[in-house]
């Protein structure tokens, strides 16, 4: 096994709830976990594998007992880190997971680092680099279309289109550098025309991948959306209505909202994760002032904007600035208050901006929300036609190495075709199996691994 040390840390959040889990892992788990449970009737952990045992943890400096608790052992291999594994499923208070962890720790654990229980699974070779991204993926999905695709990847999807690829890239790398290392000795290679045919049928499955990228990219990271407009046009409103509840302070004095606020709903499966933000004017207080500071940043950091204007009054000199602002974005008009008699010419704001679509809606009502929500849809993936359901390439760490095989690919191509020799053909085709090899886990060093399993929580 690949690690000496034993970790521990609590696996759930930090609150009260029924049960809280701290868990264990490595070639000491379960001499550590004996030195600190005890059952009622004298059984140990260790004897059987893959199963629960009823008792304490106590302090075995004191004789005290901690606390209440159910133990599951699992004996490597066949646990999450390939490790062995012991979990206690204590009492879901803060204290009790704490002082459970601190008697391991102090018996001979080590604390995890964050991510470490998962980066053991990829070390010990359970799961691949692209498989172990995927949990995270599944903690934090969005909707349950992220989830179905984190899934897929933690399965090994993506990871066994990866493989495939690579087998072929390598059949050819390796007959190129055959061709380089023996080239006195006349070794029989494919002619060049087949080596061609087979990097070109790779080059299009990658290609196949990169096109799902944008699909794939929304359903993990989610389309971040601004509502914008100036102040008491309805923005909160709309929020709400969109959320089916009432998130947002609503009232009738203009520059209510301050803060931005941030929610996630879901399209077809598509996370929307939106803000609600500042009236946009020219500000009344330093409050106020933040607030619109807040406004702009966001809106420019949106990828789809909700441009909301009140369409039972004339258009404003703020209305018009706002639209000015709305550059390069995609937009959306939202003619807010159709329940009340019209005064807005909507011909005047849409000379202003090129809008994807004009909406009018009722936030209080609650009438128009669908269609909006049908062209928030449409405005991501224009038509909705090209949103690929079972997605493999969502992670952008893996788009950027995907790129990496397609360029080195091209580049074989490139060069074949050229009949150039082979000691330049093999250069651009080892580039694009690297680009593989960085996707599963097979080209990493040390400082990739720190990076990609520092964003998980400790416990996982
Ligand atoms: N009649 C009618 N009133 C609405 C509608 N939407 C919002 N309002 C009213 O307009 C006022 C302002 O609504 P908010 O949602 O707070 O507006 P806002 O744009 O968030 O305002 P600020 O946060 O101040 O920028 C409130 O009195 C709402 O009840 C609508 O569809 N119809
Ligand atoms: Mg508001």
């Known amino acids: 096994m690949y690690f000496q040390d034993t970790i521990a840390a609590i ?76 979990e206690f499923n204590c009492h ?21 680092e964050p991510g470490e229980f998962t980066r053991r699974a990829f070390l010990n070779g359970r799961i691949d680099l692209a498989q172990a991204e995927a949990v995270i993926d599944i903690i934090n999905s969005r909707t349950e279309a992220s989830l179905k695709a984190a899934m897929h990847q933690v399965q090994g999807a993506l990871s066994e289109k990866i493989n495939e690829i690579m087998e ?8 190129l550098e055959a061709a380089v290392d023996f080239s006195d000795e006349d070794v029989e290679i494919l002619p060049r025309v087949e080596l061609g045919l087979k990097i070109n049928d790779v080059l299009q499955r990658v290609l ?84 619109v500071e807040f406004a702009r940043k966001s809106l420019l950091e949106a990828e789809l904007v909700l441009f909301v204007v009140d369409s039972s009054e004339h258009l404003g000199k703020e209305d018009v600035e706002i639209g000015k602002e709305l550059k390069n974005k995609k937009a959306i008009l939202v003619l807010n208050k159709s329940d ?10 849409e000379d202003i901006y090129d809008f994807k679509k004009t909406t009018k809606i009722s936030a209080t009502k609650g009438e128009g929300i669908k ?51 082979e000691e330049f053909v093999v250069v651009p085709l080892r580039d694009a199996a690297e680009g593989l090899g960085e996707i599963i886990g097979k080209v990493t060093d040390e400082d990739l691994l720190d990076r990609i399993f520092s964003r998980f929580c400790i416990g996982k």
């Open 92 to 112: 879901g208070g803060i204290i009790p997971l704490r002082e459970v962890l601190s008697v391991l720790l102090m018996n001979g654990a080590r604390l995890a």
């Open 371 to 421: 269609e909006l929500e049908e062209a928030m849809g449409n405005a991501v993936f224009s038509g909705g036609a090209n949103f690929a359901e079972n997605v493999l390439l969502t992670n952008v760490r893996h788009k950027k190495s995907l790129v990496k095989t397609r360029d080195g690919l091209r580049e074989t191509q490139k060069a074949l075709k050229e009949n150039e020799s």
């Open 11 to 86: 696996s759930t959040p930090l609150g009260s709830s029924g049960i809280g889990m701290v868990r264990l892992s490595g070639n000491d788990a379960i001499n550590i976990a004996n030195k600190v449970f005890v059952s009622p009737k004298g059984k140990k952990i260790g004897d059987d594998s893959h199963v629960v045992r009823y008792g304490y943890v106590v302090n075995p400096n004191t004789g005290n007992k901690i606390d209440e608790v159910l133990v599951s052992f699992m004996r490597a291999p066949l646990t999450y880190t390939r490790e062995d594994v012991v």
């Open 168 to 175: 072929v890239v390598l059949d050819v790398l390796a007959q």
């Open 340 to 349: 009340l008699p019209k005064k807005l010419n909507k011909k005047e704001l």
């Open 208 to 291: 196949v991948l990169l096109n799902e990228w944008e699909s794939g990219r929304v359903l993990r990271d989610g389309v971040r959306t601004t509502i914008i407009g100036r102040p008491n046009v309805g923005k909160s409103s709309l929020l709400n209505a969109l959320l089916r509840e009432k998130r947002c302070i609503v009232t009738s004095a203009p520059g209510t909202t301050r803060d931005v606020i941030e929610e996630t709903i879901s399209i077809n499966g598509i996370p929307i994760i939106i803000h609600d933000t500042a009236g946009i004017r020219h500000p009344e207080s330093e409050a106020e002032q933040m607030g």
